[in-house]
């Protein structure tokens, strides 16, 4: 047992332990009052759960679960398809298995199944030699299930598999200048399209193609409520437990996609610091694991993995404050949700022995 | 193979290391920009939202008869309601709300646009007084409208349904016409009464609204008081009204159309005042309702709406007949003692006119005259004066003008002149002297309120006093719960000779005792145990060949009956006129009516009055009825 405690990563345990602490503080706030009150209690289970996972696959050698990629592919294949006919229907999406009256959410696992499987794949061929027929079908192995996702329809949960394609730049090299100037042109572009040349209509749009349910409550009602908890937070917040927006119940959906703006509200922008933070410190430790892994199929999967947190990141935090469309992709420790919180695990848990493995050899 | 010999796998990792920091810092930078920058603004937005301004709904003043029991109370009401900061901007959110609350959308978007322009004050109500079908039904749309809220607040219950609906009246929103004529008076979503006593008395029953300062959640329910400035609910006040007399005459007059007046010979205190058809104003409480008032109600052939006490102008038929002895007296054309042979029928101006016994009643006195209703001797009488003498008569002695009651829309009775004439009908300006006859035995032209007969027979019985008829009795004060009686104009004398009002008496008296109303055993039942004085009317509504004739005549073209008259005859504290519809002789039908007027007042109110109104509504949310302490 002591063996197994020693394959946990100390920089990355102390990470996470405290993400998911203040994670768990939102989580009180944000359902204090509500019908949701105990969420804060089911989350630290999921927590523990997860933990538990995590210590089980930090302890087992990654080479052993990379065998199981491919067949575990298939069966996720095989999952995402079923939930399109026998899943659970919940607001107007068909995304959950009902198991034991806790609903289960395959897209979740079959993401790191996914990344699991490309690595494996990707890894087994010399960089430098590697055929672009080989790329393209690693490239139609993300997008196959990205596709059966946006049946459900799920277009956050399908966006967050592309991160795992930044394998294949790790393999066959990007310029940083064209990679910057990219970036810089896909984000002015964006927001500068979005600012200055779509109509509003047009806007509207979009928004309703992102995302159908944004109807009737007026634009954006439920992002302007959580800028207005975000911007009223100011420098040091408005206390725990004392945001006005969260504890009124204006902020909307503040147990899972809005749960950063009660701790932006309540814990000000010092919190906001301290959390962007540690999510720098977590995504930098598993690139490190990836710099340090053994052979290739690790060091691709733990890249993919820290872009697929890093999408996250982006994606919630950017859009809770308005900085991004209204997509439903949830914060790693912050929002609750056990299906997203097991995956968030067993990722780390891999990453863990992968770093473990590394030190050892 | 091994990544960890591979510089270029790292370098690569390296730059993925600089991106993650860098995408860090983007968000540092947005979320300093939201918290730092501009912190004051979306301060301000949260504050916004989360501490309102409300007001608190005074009370309207109960209304309660002269006894003290309650015909207005208040409950507790829910309304759906959109508060003033609330209100929707979007036409397609307006458009969706009118589509779930089955409302008209363009009138519900040019009221939110009104209630925009107007600012704070009373919130938009959509739907008012909510069942529990209501309620579920606003706690659906909420989930969809969040802006919308539930406001609690008083709401009028009529206890006697339709006992004294014309004369309560009810209460509405101010409509936007009202405001228009009357700038600065009302303000926006301002409860005021629509009829009846509620609108006349609008300023004595109103409350002064109060507000507070609170914080809402996101549904608008109130979390924390930061203080408040109490309403101030309206006073309550006694009417003149008795509620047993006007059961009485509810009941008396049953299914009939028709009016009762009865007044107080004291001051002019209204005891009684019943139209019928009534209406229940319950049921004009809420908005949507206003619709069936217009569609079925205010143009149905019955004309529930009308107050036909105070809008109704009848001819007075015989019951006019006094006046014009009056005027005949006072211009001295006859003395009580000519003696006026009566053949059945009498020619004047080259026509016959008919009087109402065919064989003739012989040679009349005038007291003998009134007590037999004998047409003959007032076309006689008419036939020696002119048509402006009658006039100037029934100037002198009030006809002419309104009573002044204290509600609103009273119509003035029509009393025909030579100038009347002339304004009336420019085509045919000239007064023929055979008109004059008609109006002798009150047919013709002449037209009177039931109210304003009751008026001229009070004047009769309290030997020429005009009192002004009034419904307000009074404030109710606080402690006590007791009366403060409110002044009431004094009678204005007329100058009536003391010798014509004998004459007069005695024929009024001789009515009931041997004459026209005796004719019914009912009447003549009471009047054997409370002797009173009145005078029978037959009002013709249309003219017929013969009896047989009338006989056949749908019941809407039959006679109005008439009575008019007060009661004790030797010590009268009650004055009264009844008017039944298209029932036929005022003997058979209206005094029988008043006969059960005088027995609850003279006897049975004295032994076991009735019962205090209740209505047969039943309210969800009543507290329990509380025992009215007797007073």
Aim: proline share 6%.
């Amino acid at each position: 047992m002591r063996e197994r405690f020693r394959a946990l990563d100390p920089r990355l345990l102390w990470v996470l332990l405290a993400l998911m602490a203040l994670g768990t503080l939102t989580l009180y706030s944000a359902g204090r009052n509500t019908p949701q009150a105990g969420i804060w209690l089911k989350q630290s289970l999921w927590n523990f759960l997860g933990l538990v996972l995590m210590l089980l696959l930090a302890s087992m050698d990654p080479r052993r679960l990379f065998r199981y990629a491919f067949p575990a592919y298939l069966v996720g294949l095989v999952a995402l398809a079923a939930v399109l006919v026998v899943g659970r229907k919940i607001g107007g999406s068909t995304r959950w298995f009902m198991i034991a009256g806790q609903t289960f959410q395959p897209s979740e696992l079959m993401k790191w199944i996914t990344l699991l499987y490309v690595s494996q794949r990707l890894g087994s061929h010399n960089a430098d030699t590697v055929g672009r027929l080989e790329l393209f079908g690693a490239t139609g192995l993300v997008v196959f299930p990205m596709l059966l996702i946006q049946r459900q329809p799920d277009l956050g949960m399908a966006l967050s598999y592309l991160p795992i394609l930044l394998i294949i730049p790790l393999m066959k090299g990007f310029r940083t200048r064209w990679v910057i100037v990219l970036l810089l042109l896909v984000g002015l572009g964006g927001v500068g399209a979005w600012k200055v040349v779509l109509k509003p209509y047009q806007k509207q749009r979009v928004r309703i193609f992102l995302d159908p349910s944004a109807d009737l409550q007026g634009k954006g009602y439920q992002v302007n409520q959580s800028r207005i908890a975000i911007g009223a937070g100011g420098l040091i917040g408005k206390g725990f437990t004392s945001g006005s927006q969260t504890q009124l119940n204006f902020l909307p959906v503040k147990t899972t996609d809005f749960a950063f703006s009660v701790w932006a509200e309540e814990r000000g922008f010092m919190g906001v610091l301290l959390v962007l933070g540690l999510f720098g410190l977590l995504l930098s430790r598993i690139l490190d694991a990836a710099q340090a892994a053994p052979t290739n199929a690790e060091a691709y999967f733990c890249a993919g993995a820290a872009g697929i947190f890093a999408l996250h990141l982006l994606v919630n935090v950017g859009m809770v404050a308005g900085a991004l469309p209204n997509k439903g992709m949830v914060l790693p420790f912050f929002s609750a949700g056990g299906s997203s919180t097991l995956s968030f695990f067993l990722a780390l848990g891999l990453i863990m022995g992968i770093l473990h493995r590394s030190r050892v050899k | 193979m091994d990544p960890r010999q591979r510089p270029l796998l790292r370098r690569r990792l390296g730059a993925f290391k600089a991106m993650t920091w860098s995408l860090v810092a983007l968000l540092v930078l947005i979320y300093a920009w939201l918290q730092l920058v501009r912190h004051g603004e979306f301060k301000q937005l949260a504050m916004q939202q989360a501490v309102k301004v409300r007001p608190i709904p005074a009370p309207r003043g109960l209304v309660l008869d002269r006894n003290g029991q309650r015909l207005v109370d208040n409950r507790r009401a829910l309304h759906l309601v959109i508060q003033r900061e609330d209100l929707p901007a979007r036409p397609e959110v307006v458009a969706s709300l009118a589509e779930a609350l089955v409302l008209d959308p363009a009138a519900l978007a040019r009221k939110i646009a009104s209630y925009r322009q107007a600012g704070k004050g009373r919130p938009l109500v959509l739907k008012e007084n909510l069942d529990e079908a209501g309620i579920a039904l606003a706690e659906r749309v909420r989930a969809r409208f969040p802006f919308l809220s539930v406001e609690v607040a008083p709401r009028r219950v009529y206890l006697g349904d339709e006992l004294a609906g014309h004369v309560l009246g009810y209460v509405g929103e101010v409509d936007e016409e009202l405001m228009k004529a009357r700038p600065g008076v009302f303000r926006l979503g301002e409860t005021i009464g629509k009829e009846g006593f509620e609108a006349s008395g609008n300023d004595k029953l109103k409350g002064v609204d109060g507000q507070k300062r609170i914080l809402v959640d996101q549904l608008g329910t109130e979390v924390a008081n930061f203080g408040q400035m109490d309403a101030t609910a309206g006073r309550s006040l006694f009417l003149t009204l008795d509620a047993g007399l006007q059961k009485v005459a509810e009941d008396a007059l049953g299914e009939e159309a028709g009016a009762v007046v009865v007044l107080d010979l004291r001051d002019g205190g209204v005891l009684a005042m019943y139209s019928s058809p009534s209406y229940d104003p319950n049921l004009f409480l809420n908005r949507l309702s206003q619709d069936m008032v217009d569609r079925y109600l205010a143009n149905s052939q019955t004309r529930p709406m009308v107050n036909r006490a105070i809008q109704g102008i009848y001819a007075p038929g015989s019951t006019f007949k006094l006046l014009v002895a009056i005027a005949a007296l006072e211009k001295g054309v006859v003395t009580p003692q000519t003696a006026i042979y009566c053949a059945g029928k009498k020619n004047f101006y080259g026509r016959d006119f008919r009087c109402d016994k065919p064989t003739g009643h012989g040679s009349l006195s005038m007291v003998q005259a009134i007590a037999q209703s004998c047409d003959v001797y007032f076309y006689e009488l008419a036939s020696r004066l002119d048509i402006d003498d009658i006039y100037a008569t029934a100037e002198k002695y009030g006809l002419t003008e309104r009573t002044g009651i204290d509600l609103p829309q009273e119509k003035r009775s029509r009393i025909p002149s030579r100038d009347w004439k002339r304004r009336t009908y420019p085509r045919d300006p000239k007064w023929y002297g055979g008109e004059t006859i008609s109006v002798g035995i009150g047919q013709g032209a002449v037209g009177v309120t039931p109210l304003a007969l009751a008026r001229f027979y009070a004047l009769l019985a309290t030997r020429g006093e005009l009192v002004t008829p009034h419904l307000f009795y009074g404030f109710r004060d606080d402690q006590s719960n007791g009366l403060v009686p409110a002044p009431v104009p004094s009678p204005r004398g007329t100058h009536l000779d003391p010798r014509i009002w004998s004459v007069l008496n005695e024929g009024l008296s001789e009515v009931v005792q041997s004459g026209t109303a005796a004719a019914n055993p009912f009447v003549r039942e009471i009047a054997n145990q409370i002797p009173f004085s009145g005078k029978t009317g037959t009002a013709q509504v249309a003219t017929f060949v013969d009896k047989a004739h009338y006989a056949r005549q749908a019941k809407f073209l039959k006679d109005h009956a008439l009575f008019a008259g007060f009661a004790p005859r030797d010590n009268p504290q009650i004055a009264f006129a009844v008017v039944v519809e298209n029932a036929g002789f005022g003997s058979t039908s209206a005094a029988p009516v008043a006969a059960k007027l005088v027995k609850y007042w003279c006897v049975d109110r004295l032994i076991h009055p009735l019962p205090p109104p209740r209505g047969k509504m039943v309210d969800p949310f009543a507290p329990a009825p509380q025992a009215e302490s007797p007073e």
